[in-house]
């Protein structure tokens, strides 16, 4: 196998091998709150309890739907811009949810824990209009000129 077919299978698996990371992520967050709850003394928090919908939905399903979408956007050129953006603002909203889950399960709340949100949406969104300005376009033409679409 030459170089450059090398390169082409390392790029098709990239988005793959990032969806299982999340769906990885997504079960150690439900693991974290598993054991978590053993210590609560009875007490549960629906942001805790709610919290690997982060890494799921937006992580492990938007990857696999990106790969089927759109499978050679990893090479491109701002891709890296646009995953660590979006990588980002899961990790920042799972990070928040978390945090918001050990207050309320403390019987405590903090103002602090909404930025951890906002934060989060920002680099989410700013993710996605990388993807969609700048990835998507050149993608969808490079497709074209192969002879798929």
């Known amino acids: 196998m030459s170089i450059l077919g090398i390169e082409k299978n390392q790029t098709c698996w990239k988005l793959r091998k990032t969806a299982l990371i999340y769906l990885i992520g ?3 967050t439900i693991l974290v709150n598993w054991i978590y709850g053993m210590f609560g003394h009875g007490v549960s928090s ?4 709610w919290m690997f ?13 990106l790969d089927l979408i759109v499978p050679k956007v990893s090479g491109k050129e701002k891709y890296r811009l646009f995953y660590l953006l979006h ?31 906002g934060a989060g ?10 993807l969609v300005f700048r990835l998507i376009p050149f993608a969808i033409v490079d497709a074209g000129k192969n002879g798929t679409t």
């Open 26 to 28: 997504s079960m150690g």
């Open 46 to 49: 629906a942001a805790m309890t």
């Open 53 to 65: 919908l982060y890494p799921l939905v937006g992580g492990a399903l938007f990857f696999l739907l």
């Open 87 to 117: 990588h980002f603002g899961i990790v920042t909203m799972t990070a928040g949810s978390f945090l918001q889950g050990v207050f309320e399960i403390a019987g405590t709340s903090s103002i602090y824990t909404k930025f951890f949100y």
């Open 121 to 130: 949406a920002m680099f989410f969104i700013a993710g996605l209009m990388v």
